[in-house]
């Protein structure tokens, strides 16, 4: 991006991943609503923790710090064991969207961020509804 900022900059490198990542993980902990999303997950959040902590480092115009260590990120396939349908994709962007904004992630950055997550999300699910 000639002239700008990534978007990994712009909200503060990688303290700011850390914070996103470890409130969106609290969160989706925490909130019944989210039940459904935490139980996709293992018991022990560590390895996923670091694991979207790297790949969003990088998905954002960070340095790849995902790909040495576990290869193409082949997001999609990563996930196709799962039942990713519009309930699971909904709740991951309401847990998403919540730690943005928890982590103050405003503005232009934040209407980025939902957009771009909107549409990752939207193209991890594989059931029809």
């Not at 989706?28 to 790949?55: I, N, V, W, Y």
């Not at 709740?91 to 982590?103: F, I, K, P, R, T």
């Amino acid at each position: 991006m000639t002239g700008q900022n990534s978007l990994y900059e712009s909200i503060g490198g990688i303290d700011k991943v850390d914070e996103l990542v470890d409130r969106f993980y609290d969160l989706m902990a925490l909130e019944k609503t989210l039940s459904d999303l935490r139980a996709m997950h293992p018991a022990d959040l560590s390895g996923s923790r670091e694991k979207l902590k790297f790949f969003l480092t990088g998905w954002m115009g960070g340095p790849d710090i995902y790909s040495p260590k576990y290869g193409h990120p082949m997001l999609r396939a990563r996930h196709l064991p799962f039942k990713i349908g519009m309930k699971e994709r909904n709740q991951w962007l309401a847990c998403m969207y919540q730690a943005l904004e928890d982590c103050g992630i405003e503005g232009n950055i934040a209407d980025q961020l939902h957009e771009s997550f909107f549409n990752t999300a939207d193209w991890m699910r594989n059931q029809p509804n």
